[in-house]
Protein backbone atom coordinates (compact mmCIF):
# COMPACT_ATOMS: atom_id res chain seq x y z
CA UNK A 1 0.00 0.00 0.00
CA UNK A 2 1.34 3.72 -0.63
CA UNK A 3 1.01 6.31 1.91
CA UNK A 4 1.94 10.37 2.15
CA UNK A 5 2.47 12.04 5.06
CA UNK A 6 2.26 15.71 5.90
CA UNK A 7 3.58 16.40 9.45
CA UNK A 8 2.37 19.90 9.66
CA UNK A 9 -1.14 21.19 9.84
CA UNK A 10 -0.45 24.52 9.18
CA UNK A 11 2.54 26.50 8.26
CA UNK A 12 2.87 30.49 8.76
CA UNK A 13 5.62 32.37 7.10
CA UNK A 14 6.18 35.58 6.33
CA UNK A 15 5.88 37.24 3.04
CA UNK A 16 9.36 38.00 1.14
CA UNK A 17 10.56 34.60 3.31
CA UNK A 18 11.20 31.21 1.85
CA UNK A 19 8.68 28.50 2.79
CA UNK A 20 8.89 24.75 2.75
CA UNK A 21 6.17 22.67 3.25
CA UNK A 22 7.17 18.76 4.07
CA UNK A 23 5.91 15.39 2.64
CA UNK A 24 7.45 12.28 2.92
CA UNK A 25 5.57 8.82 1.34
CA UNK A 26 6.34 5.18 1.17
CA UNK A 27 5.23 3.13 -2.13
CA UNK A 28 6.34 -0.30 -3.28
CA UNK A 29 8.20 0.69 -6.58
CA UNK A 30 9.19 3.91 -8.27
CA UNK A 31 7.46 6.45 -6.99
CA UNK A 32 5.43 9.36 -9.03
CA UNK A 33 5.22 12.38 -6.70
CA UNK A 34 3.03 15.28 -6.94
CA UNK A 35 2.05 18.78 -5.65
CA UNK A 36 -0.99 20.24 -5.97
CA UNK A 37 -2.72 23.56 -4.35
CA UNK A 38 -6.54 24.24 -3.65
CA UNK A 39 -7.83 27.42 -3.05
CA UNK A 40 -11.03 28.01 -1.29
CA UNK A 41 -14.25 25.95 -2.89
CA UNK A 42 -12.50 25.41 -5.92
CA UNK A 43 -10.48 21.88 -7.14
CA UNK A 44 -7.04 21.27 -7.18
CA UNK A 45 -4.70 22.99 -9.17
CA UNK A 46 -1.28 21.11 -10.19
CA UNK A 47 1.65 22.80 -9.37
CA UNK A 48 4.44 19.97 -10.59
CA UNK A 49 5.79 16.13 -10.52
CA UNK A 50 8.86 14.07 -9.83
CA UNK A 51 8.60 11.32 -12.47
CA UNK A 52 12.69 10.32 -12.80
CA UNK A 53 15.77 12.42 -13.82
CA UNK A 54 17.14 15.28 -11.41
CA UNK A 55 16.13 15.62 -7.75
CA UNK A 56 15.18 18.86 -8.13
CA UNK A 57 12.06 19.88 -9.75
CA UNK A 58 10.67 23.20 -10.39
CA UNK A 59 6.85 23.83 -11.51
CA UNK A 60 4.55 26.72 -11.77
CA UNK A 61 4.50 30.18 -9.42
CA UNK A 62 7.92 29.76 -8.87
CA UNK A 63 7.42 26.14 -6.90
CA UNK A 64 10.15 23.82 -6.65
CA UNK A 65 10.21 20.43 -5.01
CA UNK A 66 13.40 18.18 -3.62
CA UNK A 67 13.10 14.64 -4.31
CA UNK A 68 15.48 12.77 -1.98
CA UNK A 69 14.97 8.79 -2.10
CA UNK A 70 16.82 8.10 0.68
CA UNK A 71 14.82 10.09 3.22
CA UNK A 72 11.76 9.31 1.11
CA UNK A 73 10.87 13.12 1.18
CA UNK A 74 9.53 15.10 -1.45
CA UNK A 75 9.29 18.82 -0.48
CA UNK A 76 7.55 21.84 -1.58
CA UNK A 77 9.79 25.07 -1.30
CA UNK A 78 9.02 28.55 -2.61
CA UNK A 79 12.77 31.04 -2.48
CA UNK A 80 10.21 34.16 -1.63
CA UNK A 81 6.51 33.60 -0.60
CA UNK A 82 3.82 35.38 -1.78
CA UNK A 83 0.51 36.20 0.12
CA UNK A 84 -1.58 35.05 -2.58
CA UNK A 85 0.69 31.45 -1.99
CA UNK A 86 -1.93 31.75 1.22
CA UNK A 87 -3.90 28.32 0.27
CA UNK A 88 -4.03 24.08 0.92
CA UNK A 89 -1.23 22.18 -0.30
CA UNK A 90 -1.41 18.41 -0.86
CA UNK A 91 1.40 15.80 -1.39
CA UNK A 92 0.40 12.94 -3.58
CA UNK A 93 1.93 9.41 -4.72
CA UNK A 94 1.32 7.34 -7.58
CA UNK A 95 2.94 3.93 -8.02
CA UNK A 96 3.91 2.56 -11.36
CA UNK A 97 0.40 0.64 -11.01
CA UNK A 98 -1.33 3.46 -12.42
CA UNK A 99 -3.40 6.48 -12.06
CA UNK A 100 -4.60 5.94 -8.82
CA UNK A 101 -3.20 9.26 -6.22
CA UNK A 102 -3.23 8.73 -2.60
CA UNK A 103 -2.85 12.27 -1.21
CA UNK A 104 -1.51 13.42 2.00
CA UNK A 105 -3.75 15.12 4.71
CA UNK A 106 -3.09 18.68 3.57
CA UNK A 107 -0.37 21.60 4.93
CA UNK A 108 -2.70 25.01 4.92
CA UNK A 109 0.22 27.55 4.19
CA UNK A 110 -0.50 31.20 5.75
CA UNK A 111 1.86 33.67 3.90
CA UNK A 112 1.40 37.39 6.41
CA UNK A 113 2.32 40.65 4.96
CA UNK B 1 -8.09 24.07 -24.10
CA UNK B 2 -11.02 23.78 -21.71
CA UNK B 3 -10.74 22.65 -18.46
CA UNK B 4 -11.93 19.61 -16.12
CA UNK B 5 -15.62 20.67 -16.12
CA UNK B 6 -18.52 19.29 -13.69
CA UNK B 7 -22.28 19.47 -13.17
CA UNK B 8 -23.92 20.14 -11.02
CA UNK B 9 -22.03 22.17 -9.05
CA UNK B 10 -24.16 21.66 -6.05
CA UNK B 11 -26.37 19.47 -4.96
CA UNK B 12 -28.73 18.54 -1.88
CA UNK B 13 -29.85 15.35 -1.32
CA UNK B 14 -32.34 12.71 1.35
CA UNK B 15 -30.81 10.00 2.95
CA UNK B 16 -31.89 6.88 1.08
CA UNK B 17 -32.19 9.18 -2.69
CA UNK B 18 -29.38 8.17 -5.31
CA UNK B 19 -27.38 11.06 -7.21
CA UNK B 20 -25.37 11.11 -10.56
CA UNK B 21 -22.60 13.33 -11.33
CA UNK B 22 -21.26 14.04 -14.70
CA UNK B 23 -17.36 15.40 -15.52
CA UNK B 24 -16.52 16.17 -19.28
CA UNK B 25 -12.47 15.80 -19.29
CA UNK B 26 -9.92 18.01 -21.13
CA UNK B 27 -10.32 17.53 -24.79
CA UNK B 28 -7.92 14.46 -25.48
CA UNK B 29 -7.74 12.78 -22.12
CA UNK B 30 -8.70 9.37 -21.79
CA UNK B 31 -7.89 8.64 -17.86
CA UNK B 32 -11.13 10.03 -15.74
CA UNK B 33 -10.46 9.50 -11.97
CA UNK B 34 -12.87 10.39 -9.39
CA UNK B 35 -11.95 11.48 -5.54
CA UNK B 36 -14.27 12.09 -2.49
CA UNK B 37 -12.86 15.01 -0.58
CA UNK B 38 -14.18 15.25 3.18
CA UNK B 39 -12.48 17.24 6.27
CA UNK B 40 -12.37 13.83 8.26
CA UNK B 41 -10.93 11.45 5.91
CA UNK B 42 -8.91 13.98 3.36
CA UNK B 43 -8.75 13.22 -0.39
CA UNK B 44 -10.09 9.58 -1.13
CA UNK B 45 -9.83 7.77 -4.33
CA UNK B 46 -13.03 6.14 -5.64
CA UNK B 47 -12.00 5.04 -9.32
CA UNK B 48 -10.48 5.50 -12.59
CA UNK B 49 -11.99 4.84 -16.08
CA UNK B 50 -9.87 4.19 -18.89
CA UNK B 51 -11.73 4.08 -22.72
CA UNK B 52 -14.67 2.95 -21.02
CA UNK B 53 -13.28 1.16 -18.35
CA UNK B 54 -12.75 0.68 -14.63
CA UNK B 55 -8.79 0.39 -14.27
CA UNK B 56 -8.22 1.01 -11.10
CA UNK B 57 -10.61 1.36 -8.03
CA UNK B 58 -10.05 2.33 -4.57
CA UNK B 59 -11.68 1.69 -1.31
CA UNK B 60 -15.55 2.79 -1.44
CA UNK B 61 -18.58 0.35 -0.95
CA UNK B 62 -20.60 -0.84 -4.24
CA UNK B 63 -23.01 1.90 -3.69
CA UNK B 64 -20.34 3.97 -5.76
CA UNK B 65 -20.24 3.02 -9.31
CA UNK B 66 -18.90 5.03 -12.08
CA UNK B 67 -18.89 4.56 -15.98
CA UNK B 68 -17.29 6.38 -19.42
CA UNK B 69 -19.22 6.85 -22.15
CA UNK B 70 -17.03 6.90 -25.59
CA UNK B 71 -16.15 10.65 -25.68
CA UNK B 72 -14.28 10.13 -22.15
CA UNK B 73 -17.29 11.68 -20.26
CA UNK B 74 -17.99 10.00 -17.10
CA UNK B 75 -20.42 9.78 -14.67
CA UNK B 76 -20.29 8.95 -10.99
CA UNK B 77 -23.34 7.26 -9.26
CA UNK B 78 -23.83 6.80 -5.57
CA UNK B 79 -27.48 4.72 -4.52
CA UNK B 80 -28.89 4.95 -1.09
CA UNK B 81 -27.06 8.07 0.33
CA UNK B 82 -25.94 8.22 3.67
CA UNK B 83 -25.16 11.24 5.64
CA UNK B 84 -21.58 10.61 5.50
CA UNK B 85 -21.71 10.77 1.78
CA UNK B 86 -21.72 14.44 1.88
CA UNK B 87 -18.31 15.56 0.54
CA UNK B 88 -16.95 17.50 -2.34
CA UNK B 89 -16.57 15.01 -5.29
CA UNK B 90 -13.97 15.61 -7.20
CA UNK B 91 -13.06 14.76 -10.96
CA UNK B 92 -9.83 14.69 -12.70
CA UNK B 93 -8.38 13.69 -16.25
CA UNK B 94 -5.11 12.57 -17.38
CA UNK B 95 -3.27 11.70 -20.58
CA UNK B 96 -2.42 7.89 -19.99
CA UNK B 97 -0.06 6.99 -18.23
CA UNK B 98 1.77 8.78 -14.95
CA UNK B 99 1.28 12.04 -15.97
CA UNK B 100 -0.40 14.72 -14.20
CA UNK B 101 -4.34 14.75 -13.27
CA UNK B 102 -6.15 17.91 -13.73
CA UNK B 103 -9.21 18.30 -11.51
CA UNK B 104 -12.38 20.09 -11.97
CA UNK B 105 -14.16 22.71 -9.73
CA UNK B 106 -16.26 19.67 -7.75
CA UNK B 107 -19.42 18.96 -6.84
CA UNK B 108 -20.64 19.79 -3.91
CA UNK B 109 -22.99 16.66 -2.59
CA UNK B 110 -24.79 17.45 0.98
CA UNK B 111 -26.87 14.65 2.54
CA UNK B 112 -29.81 15.90 4.98
Known amino acids: AQSVAQPEDQVNVAEGNPLTVKCTYSVSGNPYLFWYVQYPNRGLQFLLKYITGDNLVKGSYGFEAEFNKSQTSFHLKKPSALVSDSALYFCAVASNAGNMLTFGGGTRLMVKP | KAGVTQTPRYLIKTRGQQVTLSCSPI?????VSWYQQTPGQGLQFLFE???????NKGNFPGRFSGRQFSNSRSEMNVSTLELGDSALYLC???????????FGPGTRLTVT
Open chain 2, 92 to 102: ASSLDGIYEQY
Open chain 2, 49 to 55: YFSETQR
Open chain 2, 27 to 31: SGHRS
